[in-house]
């Protein structure tokens, strides 16, 4: 049986992933956020528009004794279709953040050490439309059958879009891993990028 889960009263949704990255050394921050931000854009799961980028919470306290602390949320939302939809929520929190240079042949490099923690929950909801009154639960006669559609009828249809979901969040777990363990001298073309780090200041 598909083990559905109803949160928020009236919203339902199906568990697809969830992980958690903790890294603990030499990172850039700026540069970590841009290449989380660019590969959610060219998966098509966000818009490049900054005007629309999902971030919902955005904090920095400045502790020059003990270093900085960041939380960023970003609550990510991908229509599939008219019925099911794609939840991407993305907890970012950092400690212990305080800039810093590193050397490599010679030449001084700008980052920063502290630690981030990435938590990563990905739901696949269904019925969504319902949140705007147009939804199968707003329909006199499609009401009656909403459970029974994507526990039996359309059940192959939801295990598809649950597994293509978990693809995305695990991939996704796999390029964040792959760019931390990367040299924080590596060069990125810091200058001229077309993605902004909300919050994290001017990319100009």
């Known amino acids: 049986m598909v083990d559905l889960k109803h949160t928020f009263s009236d919203r339902i949704f199906l568990p697809a992933a969830r992980f958690r990255i903790k890294h603990r050394d030499y990172f850039h921050l700026k540069l970590l956020y841009r290449m989380m931000y660019h ?18 919470y955005y904090l920095n306290r400045e502790k020059p004794k003990k270093g900085d602390e960041v939380m960023i949320w970003w609550r990510i939302k991908k229509e599939v279709d008219k019925y099911y ?3 991407i929520n993305v907890n970012f929190k950092v400690i ?9 042949q010679g030449q001084k490099f700008d980052t920063n050490w ?12 269904m019925d969504w439309q319902h949140e705007c009154g147009t939804g199968w639960r707003d329909h006199p006669f499609l009401k009656n059958f909403n ?6 009828i359309f059940k192959k249809e939801l295990e598809s879009f649950k597994l293509e979901l978990y693809r995305y969040s695990y991939r ?21 990028t077309l993605w902004p780090e909300l919050g994290l200041g001017d990319t100009k």
Request: aromatic content about 12%.
């Open 96 to 104: 212990y953040l305080r800039k810093t240079e590193v050397m490599h």
């Open 85 to 87: 939809r794609y939840i």
């Open 172 to 192: 996704f777990q796999e390029a964040i891993k792959t760019y931390l363990q990367r040299p924080v001298y590596l060069p990125e073309g810091e200058k001229g």
């Open 39 to 56: 590969w959610l854009v060219e998966e098509g799961l966000v818009s490049r528009s900054s005007v629309d980028f999902p971030e919902t």
């Open 147 to 152: 459970e029974l559609f994507h526990k039996r």
């Open 114 to 125: 502290g630690e981030v923690e990435i938590i990563v929950e990905s739901r696949l909801e």
